[in-house]
């Protein structure tokens, strides 16, 4: 493919990314399709699942009167031929092809060139795009690649597209079915609430719309014309700081910011859409979009680089837009927090009473903002990548954190039946508090202790009051991940000392700083391609001993009251990486003895999450005393899945044969060697799951608190015959549908059938 026309298709996708529903993405693509293939006719097919059809949606050249009512059953015609057999089809003559039918409202019989590409998502024919030509024609390679390729990526903009429209439906009439749309679990529980919006600072795109009053228009203008100045001193103040450092030519750049910053198209613009109501964020935003599409859209290259520049010089103008109007929220009742990639700070703009829960188009469960939630016990969905941010401020939305799915303006209906599951939710739990301070034990007798996962000293009250036996996992990234810079030796030590002393005497389990992958610290980035297969964990401790010593010196003199210390390390992959925590570890201590201080060496364990470990088990079984399965991390990298990635989230599941069977060899060389193993990722805090790491001997379960109450109900109803029984059928079946019906009988023979609804959904 020629660069031009990489150009015209990178060009035409942008395009269509920014359509505003269906019908607009529709004729964009038609039309321009049109323009640069040369085409008599270029149409889009869509498959209706109704009635199992092909429909004419749209079209640059045939009758437009059929749009809607020219029809294919999937057995007739060269359009369904594409879609049947999901490959391209390019053909000189079509009137002389089998499957050739003609249509008499389109004229069919004035087309003879034919080439037809699939408009394929994830494994589904969703319809045709084709190209006609009046003459004999059979497409060059450049064509048919051409219409592949933009096929290929038109059906992701095609379906962000579709729900722009429903959802402006949906906005516009009352009497619209609720929209749905679907993410990733950050936090499970479901909430419902009016949606807050926020936005990082000099974001142009996650700025939402506000309507002012008719009396806020001028105080409007007037800020927007402050930021105009300022923006404008900034720049001069730039060039006279760069005078002795560049030439006169490049001094000119600014002056002719300066410009583009003073043009009637952008100021006037601006101002007529503040005077048309919308606050002057929302106003500008617009205006700068419509700037940069004309700009992208010039054949010019140096033309089209200079959409850049308007961004920025956007940007510049929202940042001290955002100076002068900045205001904390005024909240009085339960809201949805909404953002595109939420911080902690904004996390804590909003009063914990009137937090119902969280929504963000970035992230994953695994972010600090659904650990945050997930602690707090904060419903969460993450990663809605198709969610118009800044059009659903004031919205009644539905956070459906089991499922990972979002309502939003939902009918009474749906509204009623999400009531009616926060009340059974509510009257569950109320019925599981009897069971807080009866013990984690099989109906035959064996005791599995319970452990909470948590990083939050907030946490530690609601932990204790569930009955939990100690902290399996403390996530001492958490403390890192809310400061400014890397927290001082005493710092640390006190945060380690309070929930030391809070749960002693039981046992807590410290995880070193565990950074990477999408645990990114504000002040040291990791920028990488691969972050999961990156510099994150114990890689980026041992390259800087320096903070790895700093904590550690601060874990252990927080030890010297209690002595329930336990120190475990995170994401090894090899022997060598324990050999040089353990020396490092050893360092800590001997300087802590050095100093006069006698705190005791803690029990040292591994966290087991990447396949490497668990063939290493032997040998890491001498070094260590203890084992903490994380399944979430194990099993992404047993499966070569992203969980995160919604491309391919549905084919994570912690139930995977592969899986269970790691897990059972995990379990039988620790405890060949005689140390106990521990599970602490969401497969501990899953009912049924627990049952079955139960029945393959695991020692103790570690959850968040939220989940501690069911799992205990699980383990108190089964012997551990059954679940060994239970685990012993589970490791002969092949698949993970089989496994999770299996597992699902269980608890309802045994009269759990309450759990199986929040056991059901895959995380």
Not at 285 to 310: G, P
Not at 437 to 445: E, R, Y
Not at 487 to 510: C, D, K, W
């Amino acid at each position: 493919m020629t660069h031009k026309i990489f150009e015209t298709l990178k060009s035409l996708i942008q395009d269509v990314n920014e359509a505003c529903d269906l019908k607009q993405a529709l004729n964009i693509i038609v039309t321009r399709t049109r323009q640069v293939m040369h085409a008599d006719a270029v149409s889009v097919y869509f498959r209706d699942n109704n009635t199992d059809q092909l429909v004419l949606m749209a079209t640059d050249g045939l009758n437009p009167e059929a749009i809607g009512k020219i029809r294919f059953d999937l057995d007739q015609g060269l359009v369904s031929l594409v879609l049947t057999q999901t490959e391209p089809l390019n053909i000189k003559n079509a009137h002389a092809h089998p499957n050739y039918r003609y249509v008499t409202e389109t004229d069919e019989l004035a087309f003879h060139g034919f080439l037809g590409a699939p408009i394929i998502q994830h494994r589904h024919a969703l319809g045709v795009l084709v190209v006609r030509q009046t003459r004999q024609r059979r497409f060059s390679a450049d064509d048919e690649t051409f219409l592949v390729t933009l096929a290929a990526q038109l059906a992701g903009a095609i379906s962000h597209a579709e729900k722009m429209g429903e959802l402006t439906k949906l906005l516009t009439d009352a009497n619209h079915d609720s929209f749905i749309l679907k993410g990733l679990s950050g936090s499970p529980g479901i909430a419902i609430g009016e949606a807050v919006i926020v936005f990082p600072p000099a974001n142009l795109e996650a700025v939402p719309d506000n309507v002012i009053a008719e009396d806020e228009i001028e105080d409007h203008i007037r800020a927007f014309n402050h930021a105009l100045d300022d923006v404008e001193n900034e720049f001069k103040e730039l060039s006279r700081r760069l005078q002795d450092s560049l030439s006169r030519e490049e001094l000119a750049l600014f002056d002719a910011f300066c410009l583009m910053l003073r043009s009637d198209t952008l100021v006037d613009t601006v101002i007529d859409r503040i005077k048309s109501g919308q606050w002057a964020q929302g106003a500008l935003r617009e205006t700068i979009s419509e700037h940069v599409k004309q700009f992208n859209a010039m054949d010019d290259a140096y033309l089209r680089e200079r959409a850049a520049d308007i961004k920025d010089l956007g940007r510049r103008i929202l940042m001290h837009l955002q100076a002068q109007q900045s205001k904390p929220l005024d909240i009085t009742a339960p809201v949805i927090l909404v953002g595109e990639e939420l911080s902690v700070s904004q996390f804590a703009e909003v009063p914990l009473q009137y937090l119902a829960g969280i929504i963000s188009t970035q992230g994953s469960a695994s972010s600090h903002i659904a650990i945050l939630s997930h602690a707090l016990g904060i419903p969460a969905v993450m990663g809605i990548e198709d969610l118009p941010v800044n059009r659903l401020k004031g919205q009644r939305i539905v956070v459906d954190g089991y499922r990972g799915q979002i309502y939003v303006k939902p009918t009474t209906a749906v509204l009623n039946e999400f009531k009616r599951l926060i009340k059974k939710d509510e009257l569950l739990d109320n019925a599981l508090k009897q069971l807080i301070d009866k013990a984690s034990v099989t109906l035959d007798g064996v005791h599995i202790p319970l452990h909470v996962n948590t990083g939050l000293l907030a946490d530690i009250s609601p932990s204790l009051q569930s009955g939990a036996e100690g902290v399996g996992l403390y996530r001492t990234e958490i403390p890192f991940l809310i400061r400014d810079g890397f927290p001082g030796e005493e710092e640390q030590a006190h945060i380690y000392q309070q929930v030391l002393q809070s749960f002693a005497p039981r046992p807590v389990t410290f995880r070193t700083l565990d950074i990477g992958g999408d645990k990114a610290l504000p002040y040291f980035p990791v920028i990488e391609a691969n972050p999961f297969l990156g510099w994150r964990g114990i890689r980026i401790m041992l390259d800087h001993p320096e903070i790895f010593l700093t904590q550690i010196r601060a874990i252990l003199k927080s030890n010297i009251y209690g002595n329930n210390l336990r120190l475990m390390l995170p994401m090894i992959s090899d022997v060598s990486e324990v050999d040089e925590s353990l020396k490092l570890i050893h360092k800590a201590h001997r300087e802590l003895i050095a100093e006069g201080m006698a705190v005791p060496f803690p029990l040292i364990g591994l966290m087991i999450e990447v396949p490497s470990a668990i063939f290493q088990m032997h040998a890491l079984a001498k070094r260590v005393d203890f084992f903490s399965i994380g399944s979430n991390d194990l099993t992404q990298y047993l499966l070569a899945v992203d969980r995160n990635n919604r491309q391919v989230a549905g084919l994570y599941n912690c139930l995977h044969p592969s899986v269970l069977h790691s897990i059972h060899h995990i379990i039988s060389i620790a405890h060949q060697h005689n140390k106990p193993v521990s599970a602490c990722g969401e497969m501990a805090g899953d009912p049924a799951s627990a049952l079955l790491l139960a029945g393959m001997g695991i020692d103790t379960l570690s959850m968040s608190v939220g989940s501690l109450l069911k799992v205990k109900w699980a383990i108190r109803s089964f012997t551990l015959k059954q679940t060994s029984e239970l685990a012993e059928k589970a490791l002969t079946m092949e698949n993970v549908t089989d496994i999770r019906a299996l597992v699902n009988q269980a608890l309802d023979n045994a009269g759990l059938s309450e759990l199986i609804r929040v056991d059901s959904i895959e995380p």
